[in-house]
């Protein structure tokens, strides 16, 4: 006799475009595809296409390496690949995801 009770309890979930490992929201970072190019989005109320990272070192290398342009349908510029990068330094190897 399976019980579920699947109810009550709603947390938005997110896949990390690195990983693909789904967390909530909370734990990752947004980058958001918008009229000016790509940026990080700190506060994740910015208006566009959205894709969610882990503040993880190898998340945003394989982001970078073809996964947000992907999930972004779109292609990197040089501007956008920079601020991505900048962002990218900011963060260690030993950074967790939470
Ligand atoms: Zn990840």
Not at 46 to 70: D, F, Q, S, T, V
Request: proline share 5%; charged share 30%.
């Amino acid at each position: 006799m399976p019980k579920k009770p699947r109810k009550g309890r709603h947390v938005p979930q997110r896949t990390c475009v690195g990983c693909r490992e789904v967390h909530s929201k909370r734990s990752l970072v947004r980058v958001v595809r918008g009229p000016e190019g790509i940026f990080i989005d700190p506060t994740g109320k910015m208006a566009g296409r959205g894709a969610y990272l882990h503040n993880r070192l190898e998340c945003w290398e394989k982001g970078l390496h073809g996964a947000i342009a992907k999930a972004l349908k779109t292609n990197l510029t040089a501007d956008d690949r920079e601020r991505l990068t900048n962002f990218m330094a900011t963060l260690s190897k030993e950074t967790s995801a939470q």
